[in-house]
Structure formats: C-alpha cells, structure tokens
C-alpha cells in the first residue's frame, strides 16, 4: 500500500532521531484548512553520511491542534529531502516529500489530507 523510495515498514514513535534540523508543521483538512489532530506522520530519510538507516525512520502523532515537530538530522542525500506518509481518519493518506537544497536548522511543512467524502 505505502510506496516510496527506500520505504519500509516504521514502528518506532520518537520525536528525537538526531539533530540539527528541526522539523515542524500543521497537518490540516485540504479544503477547509481545519486542524487534523491525532494525524499518524511516519517520515524516513537519509542520514548525514548520504545513506538510509533505520534510526532515521519514526512515526508521530499530530497535537489537538494538528501542529507537529521532531527534531533529526540534516538529509545528505544528492537532493536533500525527507519522506512522509501521513494518516487520519475520514480521510486519504498523504505520500509525499519535502525537498530542500541549503542546510539550514529548521524547516515547516504543512501537511493536507483530503476527506474521504465531501460537502462536510
């Protein structure tokens, strides 16, 4: 069901995977940007030295407010980019990517998951 490059399953809920990149955002309702709290974000990504390691996989949850944050370490992949998957109920999971070039300390990416059914 979930594709992606370098994908496998994640189990481990952790907000600390590294550091020297913070990264933090909203998950909100395509359409009507309402928060989605509780959202599942699974993320995976390259490490510093350029390769996919298993303590740079983790899952967490969306707050009340649909804002999220963790904290791990600069992708230094050819494109550096970090990979999501996000989910919640009542509506479609996301797949998708944030894709950066210069290092910096912190980035946001705002997540929107489409209803299943419309006219809510």
């Given at each position: 069901?979930?594709?992606?490059?370098?994908y496998s399953p994640i189990t481990t809920e952790r907000t600390d995977i590294g550091e020297g990149l913070t990264v933090s955002g909203r998950v909100l309702e395509a359409g009507s940007?309402?928060?989605?709290?509780?959202?599942?974000?699974?993320?995976?990504?390259a490490s510093r030295e350029g390769y996919y390691?298993?303590?740079?996989?983790a899952f967490l949850y969306s707050g009340a407010d649909g804002e999220y944050r963790f904290d791990t370490e600069w992708p230094?992949?050819?494109?550096?980019?970090?990979h999501f998957i996000v989910s919640a109920p009542?509506?479609?999971?996301?797949?998708?990517?944030?894709?950066?070039?210069?290092?910096?300390?912190?980035?946001?990416?705002?997540?929107?998951?489409?209803?299943?059914?419309?006219?809510?």
């Open positions: 069901m979930h594709s992606g490059t370098h940007c309402r928060p989605l709290p509780h959202a599942k974000i699974a993320h995976w990504q390691t298993d303590r740079l996989r230094a992949a050819m494109v550096p980019h970090i009542g509506h479609r999971t996301l797949t998708t990517q944030w894709v950066g070039s210069d290092p910096v300390e912190a980035i946001t990416v705002n997540l929107a998951l489409e209803p299943l059914t419309q006219g809510r």
